[in-house]
């Protein structure tokens, strides 16, 4: 069957049809949703998310940036062609990750003490 | 302050306040939610997580199970005591874990074509 624009390939090394395992194949390490919750919290350039309070180094945003892009969860776009300079922006896809953040945010509170809450997080910035 | 019990201690190398990394900080990775997933589904013992199909190394199954356990997770129980066997079952802490599996169950339902869905998902056996 060929596959539509709008779903995104399960790799053909993933480990089973399980949906929680094929999620974590994708988002299944410390670093790829705080890019997400980054681009939730509105940040759009490879600086500012060098600039969140985890220190994410910089091969590693790199190599996130581009796993995120190849599975359709964020769009790169070029704002600057010389020296090139690009943002990234959420797609569809990817703002549906939302309720797996707001569930991990929902968990952190009752259960983490001491974690500071965002109290407004505005609707993102979707290019699809 | 001193922490209660039923608190789980944010680690002293936690990266940041924010919710979502404190959650990273402990079920950030491939496989810590996969063995979350399988005491959901009512899996119990080192062979079991071991038999299910993303087939997790032993070495890693271990490394988890001990880290699970550390961050008030899971409990540890022996069954036999010579050789000694063990179980594990989800704390209340850890069974809250649930919305962020449904969470990632609904995300990957809607844009992973060929998931397979477990139809009901039982309440987990919780000790605490």
């Known amino acids: ?6 779903e995104i390939s399960i790799p053909d090394d ?8 094929c999620v974590l ?3 299944g390490d410390k670093w790829t949703l705080i890019v997400v ?3 939730f919290l509105g940040k759009h350039r490879f600086g500012e998310f060098q600039a ?3 220190a994410m ?9 581009k796993r995120l892009e190849a599975a359709g969860l964020i769009k790169k776009e070029f ?8 943002e990234y922006f959420l797609t569809s896809q990817g703002a549906a990750l939302g309720p797996i953040l707001i569930a991990m945010r929902e968990w952190a509170e009752r259960y983490i003490p001491g974690v500071v ?3 407004n997080i505005p609707s993102p910035e979707i290019r699809d």
């Open 52 to 54: 969140s309070p985890e």
């Open 25 to 27: 194949d994708i988002v």
């Open 117 to 119: 809450l965002v109290a």
């Open 14 to 21: 993933h480990r089973s049809a399980c949906p929680v395992a």
């Open 79 to 86: 704002y600057q062609d010389n020296p090139p300079r690009a």
């Open 1 to 6: 069957m060929k596959k539509s624009s709008t």
């Open 37 to 39: 919750r980054d681009l």
């Open 57 to 65: 180094p910089t091969n590693i945003l790199a190599g996130r940036l």
